[in-house]
Structure formats: C-alpha cells, structure tokens
C-alpha cells in the first residue's frame, strides 16, 4: 500500500557531505514517523534519526550533530543531510515510513553510502 523510495546514496571522502532523499507514496496518513536506519556488514541495522509528522526529531548518538533530518516541501518526503562524513559512517541507509494509527511500517530499498579517501 505505501512505496518508499530512497536515493542519494554514493561515495564520499572523509569530511565530506551527502544529502539522502526519501519519497513515500501510497495510502499515506495525516500521522507517521519517517526515519533512517543503517547497516553496516556483519552489524545490526541502527536507527540513524527519525522525524515525526508533528516535526519533533530523534538522533543516535554517533550522529547527533553531523546529520540533519528535515521534511521536504512536499509531503511525505524526508531529507537526512549529512556532513563531516566518517568511515564508520559507511553503510547501506534504508528510509522507513511508519504509520502510526494503523500500526503500518514500510522499508525503501536501500541506498549504499561509502566514506572512504
């Protein structure tokens, strides 16, 4: 019912900068919670940060402070910009669309981010 769509994803030397974008589409409801997780090889995937429908925002700790979620200008679009990009910071970065109310959660495909010099 909801498709989800993440792109933006590339290599980038260390310090660098990188802009994730995330689209969902289908039977979308006034409440949800967007979010980007991440998976590394041989690791559990993490959540990296996730903004409400009401704007509010959560960050994991290695991150807080290098990225940013934000709401694009059109609903149901969710940016994570993120800068002084560390080689830990390489992973495979999956958006998740979760609906609240109907208890619903979607996952993109996945974009591969490599930060390496």
């Known amino acids: 019912q909801v498709q989800v769509v993440e792109s933006g994803g590339g290599l980038v030397q260390p310090g660098g900068s990188l802009r994730l974008s995330c689209a969902a589409s289908?039977?979308?409801?006034?409440?949800?919670?967007m979010g980007w997780y991440r998976q590394a090889p041989g690791k559990q995937r993490e959540l990296v940060a996730a903004?409400?429908?009401?704007?509010?925002?959560n960050y994991a700790d290695s991150v807080k402070g290098r990225f940013t979620i934000s709401i694009g200008n059109l609903k149901n679009t969710v940016y994570l910009q993120m800068n002084s990009l560390k080689p830990e910071d390489t992973a495979v970065y999956y958006c998740?669309?979760?609906?609240?109310?109907?208890?619903?959660?979607?996952w993109g495909q996945g974009t591969q981010v490599t930060v390496s010099s």
């Open positions: 998740n669309y979760r609906g609240v109310l109907a208890h619903t959660n979607y």
């Open positions: 289908g039977n979308i409801f006034s409440i949800y919670v």
């Open positions: 903004i409400s429908s009401t704007g509010s925002t």
